[in-house]
């Protein structure tokens, strides 16, 4: 486990640090920025992709546990083995991943299986199951099911229960299978032992959770099995279960060297021309939005008087700003974390154009906009940010101090002492800091 922990820690590191590449117009909202540029919007030299600093030796093993998958996490397993396209009447059924405290939906300790979960589940598996034993899509899944014989049934076996399980099914468990198929077969009805079949398997435990339990090795030491490492990299980079090529390679034994294991991460997050792949860039935009606390953008609400302009469609244009502005800073420019702050530019469409009073507005999309002098740099000029970090009514230094604080530098914030006094009422000032200058 240390050796994937290592190489998972350097192959994020390599994200930031750049292979060559950068979004195209079919990327985060189709803007491709000019690289290179020059201007204000210019940012600092790149860097160097072939120096990244891995982790030290000494490292803590990490426990041994269980993770639920989260709920995108479940739905991409359907779809990738199934091939479910779209938001059929299986999705949005099992209730949200509470978040931690630290905002992330992905903490192990809080996806748990309670009574609400558990039957949303199986409200998913039976809907999913009705698209699977459908005739149609069945004989494009699996050719050998007008026959509905017991080879056919292995095959099912062998090819969706392999891509659930995310590791080959053990003789016990396809026994209770095939046991299943055994009693319905007299009623000449294969379709009906598809549909329990998926019924099961998309409720089962293994399929639920994903394991980092690992098998006992050398050392007294628990080590994770070629299967659980690629379920942890596919995860991890994807969002995804693992693919048909890194299933191939857990089978083959070529994912223990760390050669191997950062071999197999890069082919996860790059394509062979060493661009990103998309299903990273999102990844990488999902962990910044949960990072910066910038899911509840959306139902944030503004005094109508104070923000006469502000409404849906620039929270809308704000978020995709947000993420423009990100995965441009990471994989267009290949910037250093200190870019993701000093950043110099923006990107606004014709909605943020207006509504900042700033850079020229598009016909459609979004474009890179110098910010003006003393109108913030880099993610803390962010509209998204300084509006999930504010009150209905104003600003709060505040609320984007505890942030800063919090998320960015990672200390906590200790309670007032007792002998703070309670903050006066507000009195008139000229600006919105000389006022909260004056309170404090």
């Keep these: 486990m240390k050796t994937l922990q290592r190489v998972l820690a350097v192959a994020l590191a390599l994200a930031a640090a750049g292979c060559t590449g950068s979004i195209d117009n079919n990327g985060p909202g189709g803007a491709k920025p ?9 940012p600092p030299g790149k860097t160097d992709p072939t120096k990244v600093e891995s982790c030290t030796d000494g490292e803590i093993p990490g426990r041994r546990l269980l993770r639920r998958l989260t709920g995108p996490e479940f739905e991409a397993t359907v779809r990738n083995t199934f091939n ?4 059929g009447p299986w999705v949005g059924l099992l209730p949200p991943d509470p978040a931690a405290t630290n905002g992330f939906s992905n903490n192990a300790e809080r996806l748990t299986v309670g009574t609400e979960y558990a039957s949303a589940a199986q409200d998913t598996a039976k809907r999913v199951a009705d698209l699977v034993a459908d005739e149609a899509k069945l004989d494009s899944l699996l050719p050998c099911a007008s026959k509905g014989d017991q080879a056919c049934a292995n095959t099912f076996l062998d090819t969706f229960g392999q891509k659930l399980y995310r590791r080959p099914l053990t003789t016990d468990e396809r026994a209770q299978y095939v046991g299943l198929y055994t009693k319905i077969a007299p009623q000449n009805d294969f379709k009906t032992w598809v549909y329990w079949t998926t019924v099961a398997m998309l409720q089962s435990p293994n399929v639920l959770y994903r394991s980092e339990l690992g098998e006992m090795s050398s050392g007294g030491r628990y080590q994770l099995t070629p299967y659980e490492v690629a379920s942890a990299l596919a995860f991890t980079f994807t969002g995804a279960p693992p693919s048909d090529q890194l299933m191939q390679l857990a089978a083959t034994n070529k994912l223990s060297t760390p050669e191997q294991l950062e071999a ?7 394509n062979a021309d060493n661009t990103p792949r998309p299903e990273f860039i999102n990844l990488v935009l999902g962990f910044a939005e949960q990072w910066l606390g910038l899911t509840s953008l959306d139902n944030k609400v503004k005094d109508t008087t104070a923000f006469p302009n502000f409404g849906q469609n620039v929270q809308t244009s704000m978020a995709e700003e947000t993420r423009q502005f990100i995965a441009n800073v990471i994989f267009g420019y290949h910037g250093k974390p200190a870019d993701l702050y000093l950043a110099p530019f923006t990107y606004v469409d014709s909605t943020l154009a207006k509504y900042y009073g700033f850079g020229n507005a598009p016909a459609t999309g979004f474009v890179q906009a110098p910010r003006p002098a003393g109108w913030g740099l880099g993610l803390l000029g962010q509209g998204s940010l300084m509006t999930v970090k504010a009150g209905s009514l104003s600003t709060s230094p505040t609320k984007r101090g505890h942030m800063i604080r919090t998320q960015l530098l990672c200390y906590p914030v200790p309670s007032p002492p007792a002998v703070v006094p309670e903050l006066p009422d507000p009195t008139t000032a000229n600006t919105t800091r000389e006022r909260y200058e004056k309170l404090h």
């Design 264 to 270: 197999a991460a890069r082919g996860l997050m790059f």
């Design 84 to 87: 479910l396209a779209g938001n």
């Design 34 to 42: 000019p690289l290179g540029g020059g201007g204000t919007g210019n």
